[in-house]
């Protein structure tokens, strides 16, 4: 039986897409190491200048993942205080924000139209469908449409809504 629709004229993709991502997380582990390697060194008084970079660096790695989505950022940011101590708090914070800020930004500036490409490329079907349903409406319909009970049986927003409701049972002061 002949194959049809994209099977039919990609069957290369999926074993394409699967090599990639291999060659991206080898190369990702050599930059790592090779990061390592260059971070070997002691606290000393004669090389404050190369330990300041390194904690200026790390803030910076640290707010420009920040802006990933699904990345543990707070638990990065927890951990360069746990390694640095209180005098690095606000570093962090003010990371944080920065990173956070940088999230909003690309957010703002990326069509919604790139983020329903985006969602197609990776086959994220529902996803791309909501975005999809989304992109005519204005913003106040937007909102209006995520709150509203259409979107219902969309995973996240149940367990959002799910997470409302026993916020709402506790009766935590809000």
Avoid at 144 to 162: D, G, I, R, T
Wanted: aromatic letters at 8%; charged letters at 15%; proline letters at 6%.
């Amino acid at each position: 039986m002949p194959l049809s629709g994209s099977a039919a004229r990609l069957p290369w993709k999926t074993p394409l897409r699967i090599v990639l991502l291999v060659l991206l997380i080898v190369a990702a582990n050599f930059v790592a190491a090779w990061l390592a390697s260059l971070l070997k060194f002691e606290v000393r008084p004669s090389n404050e200048d190369l330990v300041h970079r390194a904690i200026m660096t790390a803030a910076i790695v640290y707010a420009v993942v920040m802006a990933i989505p699904f990345v543990p950022g707070v638990e990065i940011g927890l951990s360069l205080v746990g390694m640095l101590g209180p005098p690095i708090v606000f570093l962090v914070y003010v990371s944080t924000v920065a990173g956070l800020s940088l999230s909003f930004v690309i957010g703002r500036i990326i069509s919604l139209r790139r983020l329903i490409n985006l969602f197609e490329t990776f086959q994220l079907k529902r996803a791309s469908g909501l975005v999809g349903v989304l992109e005519p409406m204005s913003s106040e319909e937007r909102l209006a449409f995520l709150v509203s009970e259409k979107v219902e049986s969309s995973v996240a927003l149940q367990n959002c809504q799910n997470d409302i409701e026993i916020f709402n049972r506790l009766k935590l002061p809000r």
